[in-house]
C-alpha cells in the first residue's frame, strides 16, 4: 500500500539506451539513500562527480549527483538526481538498490508533480501546463503550454477570487455597519462595477477558449470532393509520404485517414475522406456517411475538385468556411479562376495552398489571442459555472445583499477548484495521472 510518507523514485528521462539516464529520488529517505550508495555528503545544488556503488563496494557507474534540501526543491522534499550513463543494465542495477531502501518504492505516475502541488510548490493550472509541456509537439502548444506552466493562468484566476473576496467584505461591512457614514453607497459604487467588470473579463476570457484548444489538440482541416478529386494524392504531397492509397479506380477511400502535420509551429490535423457521391454500396455509403461528419466538425474544408469535371464544388451544409482546389493543373487549364490551381505531380500550387491555410488559421489566433486561454474543458467548465454566480449576484437587485453575497462565494470556490484551492481527490487522481512515470 503506497503512502504519501514514503520515499520515491523513478526514472524521469527518456527511453533507454540513451546518453545520459536521470533517476530522481523525493522524500525523507533520501539521506539513507545516500549512504545506501555510498554517496558520502553532498553540498546541496551543486553538481557533483560522483561513485555509485552497492552497499557491498562493488561500484555500479560514476555518475552526476545533485542533491535539493526542501523545501527547495520541485516537490518541496529532499531530492536526489542520479545523472547517469543511459545502460539498461547501469539504471536497472540502481533501481534495484533503491528498492530494498527502507522506505522506498517506485513512484506512480505524476506523483512527483503531485507532492509538488500537496507542499504548495505549484497550483493546478502550473501542474496541468507541466504536462502539455512535456507532450507538446509543436511552438504553439510549447508557448501557451509554457504560458500555463510558469503560472500565469494561476495569477489570473486568484486575482479574480481576490476581487469576489473584496466584494464580498464591502457586502459584510453593510450588512455589519449600516449606519456608519462612509459604508451605504460603498456596494452600488465600488462591489457591482467591479463585479460586472471580473463577469466581463471572464466572458472575454472564455471566448479564447476554443483557439486555445485549436493549438492544443490541433487545427482539423478535411478534405472532401467526388471521387478520383485527388484527395488522397493531395494528403500524401502534404505529409510527404504515402499514407494513403490512391488508385484510378474510384472510391479507393473508404473510410477517414487523418494525418498530423506541423506547419509553422501550429498542429493541422489533415483528414481524407471518401468521395461524395451516391452509390448503394454499403461499405462506401458508410464512408460518405463518415466523410460529411468530418467535414461538418472541421474548422476548415478543402472541397477539391479535377480540373476536368464541369460539375459545381462540393459544398457540405456547414458554416465551416471552404478553400476551393481544382486539382490535376498539369493536364490542363484551370477552369475555376476563383479556386487554387494544384497539381500533386508537378508541385504547382502546393505552397499557394500551404499559405491560404495557415492565412486562415493565423487570422483565428491573430483574433483571439493565445496569451492567456483556458486549455482545458475542466477550466472553461468551472468557469462557466463561476460567471452563472457573477451574473446571478449582478442583475438579481431585488435579492437580499446575503443571498448575493452567497453568489459570489459560489463564484470564488469555483475559480478556486480550478486551481485546486478547492478540489475532491477523485479529481486530482485524474489529473495528475495524465504525467508519466519520473514527473
Excluded at 475522406?273 to 452509390?279: E, F, K, S, V, Y
Excluded at 474543458?377 to 438579481?396: G, P
Amino acid at each position: 500500500m503506497t503512502s504519501s510518507q514514503d520515499t520515491i523514485f523513478a526514472l524521469s528521462t527518456g527511453s533507454l539506451p540513451s546518453g545520459v539516464a536521470v533517476v530522481r529520488v523525493s522524500g525523507a529517505a533520501v539521506s539513507t539513500v545516500r549512504r545506501h550508495l555510498h554517496l558520502g555528503d553532498c553540498e546541496p545544488r551543486a553538481a557533483l562527480l560522483k561513485s555509485v556503488r552497492r552497499p557491498t563496494g562493488d561500484l555500479i557507474d560514476r555518475a552526476l549527483v545533485i542533491s535539493f534540501t526542501g523545501p527547495n526543491s520541485f516537490t518541496g522534499e529532499d531530492c536526489l538526481e542520479l545523472h547517469l550513463h543511459g545502460g539498461r543494465a547501469v539504471v536497472r542495477a540502481v533501481l534495484d538498490e533503491l528498492a530494498v531502501v527502507p522506505g522506498c518504492r517506485h513512484a506512480e505516475p505524476g506523483e512527483f508533480t503531485r507532492r509538488a502541488f500537496d507542499n504548495n510548490r505549484l497550483d493546478l493550472t502550473e501542474a496541468e501546463g507541466l504536462a502539455d509541456l512535456i507532450s507538446a509537439n509543436t511552438e504553439m502548444q510549447r508557448r501557451l503550454a509554457m504560458s500555463q506552466a510558469r503560472g500565469d493562468q494561476g495569477r489570473l484566476y486568484r486575482d479574480w477570487m481576490d476581487r469576489l473576496t473584496r466584494a464580498r467584505a464591502l457586502i459584510e461591512a453593510e450588512l455589519d455597519f449600516p449606519e456608519e457614514e462612509d459604508i451605504p453607497g460603498a456596494v452600488s459604487d465600488r462591489v457591482w462595477s467591479d463585479v460586472k467588470q471580473i463577469g466581463s473579463e471572464i466572458k472575454s476570457y472564455l471566448a479564447k477558449g476554443r483557439y486555445a484548444e485549436m493549438v492544443r489538440d490541433g487545427f482539423n482541416v478535411t478534405i472532401i470532393g467526388r471521387p478520383n478529386a485527388g484527395k488522397s494524392s493531395l494528403l500524401n504531397s502534404l505529409v510527404k509520404r504515402p499514407v494513403a492509397i490512391v488508385t484510378d479506380i474510384p472510391g479507393t477511400t473508404r473510410d477517414l485517414i487523418t494525418v498530423d502535420l506541423d506547419l509553422q509551429g501550429y498542429l493541422i490535423r489533415l483528414t481524407d475522406t471518401a468521395g461524395l457521391r451516391d452509390t448503394e454500396e454499403v461499405v462506401e455509403a458508410e464512408g460518405i456517411k463518415r466523410a460529411r461528419d468530418a467535414a461538418r466538425h472541421a474548422d476548415l474544408i478543402l472541397s477539391l475538385r479535377d480540373e476536368s469535371d464541369l460539375e459545381p464544388f462540393e459544398m457540405v451544409d456547414s458554416e465551416v468556411e471552404h478553400i476551393f482546389v481544382t486539382t490535376k493543373a498539369d493536364r490542363g487549364e484551370n477552369s475555376e479562376s476563383s479556386s487554387l490551381s494544384i497539381s500533386t505531380v508537378s508541385g504547382h500550387g502546393l505552397d499557394e495552398l500551404i499559405d491560404a491555410i495557415l492565412k486562415h488559421v493565423i487570422g483565428l489566433f491573430d483574433n483571439g489571442g493565445l496569451d492567456l486561454a483556458p486549455t482545458r474543458s475542466r477550466h472553461r467548465s468551472l468557469l462557466s459555472s463561476a460567471l452563472d454566480h457573477i451574473d446571478y449576484a449582478e442583475v438579481a437587485s431585488g435579492d437580499p445583499l446575503e443571498i448575493r453575497s452567497e453568489r459570489l462565494r459560489l463564484a470564488a470556490r469555483e475559480l478556486g477548484r480550478i486551481t485546486g484551492f478547492v478540489d475532491p481527490d477523485d479529481l486530482l487522481g485524474v489529473i495528475f495521472a495524465e504525467f508519466c512515470i519520473g514527473k
